[in-house]
């Protein structure tokens, strides 16, 4: 695929495609940066009664037990689906060329309304104990239903769109956003489906597990991919290096991905192939990686200094790292030696942190230094808060997950050991749990940083330039590397 130009008709039309997005992508990007606050303070709260478990203890609603369900549920329904239907949104829009109509925008915004008050009632519902004890999906049961018809009627919009698309070829981009649109709602129903009210309980923690597993692989993989896919050609000027090698990702996740999950029980009561099976899937979608990888490489070859200049670059390159970490991470921990000492330890939660925390936040805090300066028509106010951001971000989720995933080995060898009391190896854990506490301060910090940023933006307060905002060089102009270069490739 060649190069085009943005001609005039281009950036004329790629205009009025942003301003018909503006409001519902700012709506969603703002609701999903509160549930990001909350759960960041839901986060620091569960660490510390973790280390302290009498902190606390008059407020049943703060114990452990259901701070850490609520801090979950914020962060992925708050936040991680909200900023990925904003993205969705924007990019399908943009690559489509598709227009919202006003009636599609005051739908689209009622809707996030509608979804906001479901994620604030599950929260307060597991906060007054009504919650299920099935991670990832711990609201009451009642609410599934709501949540599913919401999801739907949100990104309904993406296949009038597809198939409405210009002539000629698809985009990778588009590959995986369809498919993510398509993938969450089979997952849930089938999650959902399995655990209902009567499931036995190895069959609901074993659906749980596919259920978590499956959200990173079929929803925020594939958003992130698709952001990665159109950032990087975007920012180094030329096209998409293989787009044969990008398809061969693409499948590969999505013949493989729903496999995944069972890898978490093993010697667990599961016929032994289930796990077996489960862990072969985790270790061969590394070929994906290492396939998107190559490729990303290839398209940004001779023109890595960017990463110095470009925020969105810089965000995207650090969440794909953080992928990469994750997938070889969770391949690692299939080996049964590994599986031993690792399984019901801190280490699972340190994966679990770095795949919604790490490569997909990252990722997507990328496409809003992307997309917001477009929507909104100014430029982000301070490069040294968009440095403070991702400095503080990237230490606090490396702090974070290393804690955890150091916390597990210190806590897994003592669990294997049936004549050592559980309490000996929590207690062994101890200080690495006081490093999470400490790794959500960091976090929180770097948020702050990019709550003001967003605030400005979101009220027209950004700095009024056509060029972007850099996170080093001082002004703009054509000299900078980045200059021009974000828009001379045509979606």
């Not at 689209?108 to 597991?126: E, F, K, P, Q, R």
């Not at 049964?336 to 340190?350: E, R």
């Not at 400095?391 to 955890?404: A, D, E, F, P, Q």
């Amino acid at each position: 695929m060649t190069v085009q130009q943005a001609t005039e008709e281009d950036i004329k039309d790629r205009a009025l495609v942003d301003r018909s997005t503006r409001f519902p992508v700012l709506f969603f990007f703002t609701s999903a940066l509160a549930w990001l606050f909350v759960s960041t303070v839901l986060g620091f709260a569960s660490a510390l009664k973790l280390r302290n478990p009498g902190l606390f203890e008059e407020a049943v609603f703060l114990q452990y037990g259901r701070l850490f369900p609520m801090h979950m549920t914020a962060l992925v329904y708050g936040w991680a689906i909200q900023a990925g239907i904003g993205v969705l949104l924007w990019l399908m829009a943009r690559l489509t060329r598709y227009r919202l109509s006003a009636q599609e925008q005051g739908g689209l915004v009622v809707l996030g309304h509608v979804w906001n008050a479901l994620v604030a009632i599950a929260v307060i519902c597991i906060g007054l104990g009504f919650g299920r004890s099935i991670p990832w999906l711990d609201m009451p049961s009642w609410m599934l239903p709501l949540f599913l018809l919401t999801y739907a009627a949100l990104t309904v919009w993406v296949f009038p769109m597809y198939k409405n698309r210009r002539s000629g070829s698809v985009y990778i981009s588009e590959y995986y956003l369809v498919g993510a649109a398509v993938w969450f709602p089979w997952i849930f129903i089938t999650a959902s489906a399995l655990i209902g009210q009567e499931a036995a309980p190895a069959m609901a923690a074993g659906a749980a597990s596919w259920f978590a597993s499956n959200l990173v692989y079929f929803w925020m993989a594939p958003i992130a991919l698709a952001v990665a896919y159109y950032i990087v050609p975007k920012i180094a000027d030329r096209p998409v290096h293989s787009y044969g090698v990008a398809k061969f990702g693409f499948w590969v996740l999505a013949v493989l991905a729903g496999w995944t999950g069972f890898h978490r029980f093993y010697g667990g009561p599961f016929a032994a192939w289930i796990p077996a099976a489960s862990g072969a899937a985790v270790v061969f979608i590394l070929l994906a990686v290492v396939a998107t990888y190559s490729n990303l490489w290839c398209t940004l070859r001779g023109k890595t200094q960017l990463w110095e200049f470009s925020p969105s670059l810089r965000f995207t390159a650090i969440g794909m790292l953080f992928f990469a970490g994750y997938c070889g991470l969770s391949a690692l921990s299939i080996f049964p030696g590994v599986q031993a000492k690792l399984q019901f330890s801190f280490f699972q939660n340190g994966l679990d942190v770095l795949a919604v925390y790490g490569f997909f936040s990252m990722t997507i805090f990328g496409a809003m230094y992307f997309i917001v300066p477009r929507i909104t028509g100014c430029e982000w106010p301070s490069a040294g808060s968009i440095r403070n951001h991702f400095w503080y971000s990237t230490y606090g989720i490396l702090t974070l997950v290393v804690c955890l995933l150091v916390a597990g080995l210190a806590q897994g060898g003592y669990l294997a050991q049936p004549d050592i009391p559980f309490s000996t190896s929590f207690l062994n854990a101890g200080p690495w749990v006081i490093g999470s506490a400490v790794a959500w301060v960091l976090i929180g910090f770097s948020n702050l940083w990019f709550f003001g940023q967003m605030a400005l933006m979101f009220i027209g307060k950004g700095k009024k330039s056509a060029n972007p905002t850099l996170i080093h060089g001082g002004g703009h102009g054509d000299h900078d590397p980045q200059h021009v270069a974000e828009e001379a490739v045509a979606s």
